[in-house]
């Protein structure tokens, strides 16, 4: 299947803001991780996906309140029973963040169990995120 990029919004607020008076790490970690499980979640069913780690997710510059951001999500490699998310952060159009998730396809008892979703690269662009994420799951297991 090609990949599909699906875009979330959210608008940066007081309540969202760490000791510098910019994005916390941790929420922009949840909205993170939440992205990509939506992508996850359009291509097999919600209650089946877990996520097992986040690789990578680096910021380039602090997020200011007031700030609306999108985060861009997309399946972009999957494994026999994995999926695995590639989510960028962009603000006023310019890149903010990136970095992986890994997610796992699981029964009603949580073992994994395959998920028959292939996903084909297409774009230059989607071969090079491709690469980058199997170098970093290379060095997990290396």
């Avoid at 985060?71 to 494994?79: D, H, W």
């Avoid at 890149?95 to 395959?114: K, Y």
């Amino acid at each position: 299947m090609e990949v599909k990029t699906i875009t979330s919004h959210r608008l940066v607020k007081n309540e969202d803001l760490n000791h510098h008076g910019t994005l916390y790490a941790g929420r922009s970690a949840e909205w993170f991780v939440e992205a990509g499980f939506i992508a996850a979640a359009a291509l097999t069913r919600p209650e089946n996906i877990v996520c097992l780690k986040v690789h990578g997710m680096t910021f380039i510059r602090p997020v200011q309140p007031g700030e609306v951001i999108a985060f861009e999500s997309r399946i972009i490699l999957a494994g026999r029973s994995t999926l695995h998310a590639h989510v960028c952060l962009l603000s006023k159009d310019e890149f903010v963040l990136d970095g992986f998730i890994t997610f796992v396809h699981v029964d009603h008892e949580g073992r994994s169990q395959p998920h028959g979703i292939t996903v084909d690269a297409t774009s230059p662009e989607e071969h090079i995120v491709q690469e980058r994420l199997k170098a970093l799951l290379a060095a997990v297991s290396a």
